[in-house]
Every structure is written in C-alpha cells, then in structure tokens.
C-alpha cells in the first residue's frame, strides 16, 4: 500500500492553505497513494498568540470545516487522510490530529500531550493538552499519532506505533 508524507507549505491564507492540502491530497491519491498525511497544524500553521480570542477563533471543532472536507475526501476517493489540527472544544485548545478512513469514518483522535507547543502564562483553562496515545487497528496495522517536540529538536511529529 502506498503512503505519501505531505509537508504543506503554509501561509497566512487558512482558504488557501486549505485547498492547496486537499490538492496535494488528490495527486496523491491520483498516483494510487492509499494513505495520506499531513503535519502538525496542516491548515493554519501552529498559532499560539496567547490570546485565547483570537486563538480559539482559528481553531475548529470537529466535526469543523476544515476536518469536514477532509473527512469529504477520504470517502471520495476511498483513501485514509490523516493531518494535525488547532482544535476547539467549547473554550478550550488543543493541538490535535484526526485519521479518516476510506469510507470517511472518524478513526483516530489525538489531542497532544507534549507541553512544548504551549507559551510561559498561557491559561491552562484555554490551552490544553491531552492525556493518552489513542491507537486504532487498521487494514495496514495498528495506528496511533504523537506531536511532541523532542530536545532541541523541531514540531511535529506523527508515527505509527
């Protein structure tokens, strides 16, 4: 089974990006890619202001706009479409990542447990982290996500376990 590792470039533009990913996503999937992801904050890059107004507005529930076009194209073109996300429960933030499987079904939901994505002083009641490494069992194998920042080292990271 094919696979194909996105790395998105993204802009200022959440629109843009967003159809720039479901672009890359169909050329994947064009060449018989079977799995698709893409990284930490795939659409709107990882923005933690500080300013839960403002953060929270760029963020999205699921099931959100975003991650609902997403879900859109893994049942279309019969794919597992997995990215990383701001998301919003109620008033509270989360770096998170969701997998989708080809029948555009909900499998995997990772909220990060790893602190590194958070600034001195943010409210903890805003930002949040998660706290367990869900997996799901797939054609292909047990999946399971984790974003963490080793040290010194960059963002974003997602593994299969």
């Known amino acids: 089974m094919k696979a194909a590792l996105v790395s998105n470039m993204i ?18 999937a064009g060449s018989g890619v079977r799995r698709i992801v893409f990284p930490e904050a795939a659409a709107t890059g990882l923005v933690n202001t500080g300013n839960p107004e ?8 699921v099931p959100g706009p975003r991650n609902s076009q997403w879900r859109d194209f893994a049942r279309r ?3 597992y479409f997995a990215a ?12 998170s990542a969701l ?15 790893d602190t590194g994505w958070l600034n001195p002083g943010d409210n903890n009641t805003t930002y949040r982290t998660g706290k367990e490494i869900p997996y799901t069992d797939t ?16 963002h974003g990271v997602c593994v299969e376990i």
């Not at 403002?54 to 529930?61: F, G, R, V």
């Not at 974003?147 to 080292?153: F, K, M, T």
Request: net charge negative.
């Open 11 to 28: 802009t200022d533009d959440f629109e843009v990006n967003q159809k720039r990913i479901l672009e890359l996503a169909g050329n994947a």
């Open 99 to 113: 997998l989708f499987d080809p029948g555009g079904n909900l499998v995997l939901q990772y909220r990060r447990i």
């Open 77 to 79: 073109k019969g794919v």
């Open 54 to 61: 403002h953060d929270l507005e760029i963020a999205e529930p």
């Open 139 to 154: 054609e292909f194998g047990r999946v399971g996500f984790l974003i963490l920042r080793p040290s010194g080292a960059g």
């Open 84 to 95: 990383g996300f701001l998301e919003r429960d109620g008033n509270k933030l989360y770096d």
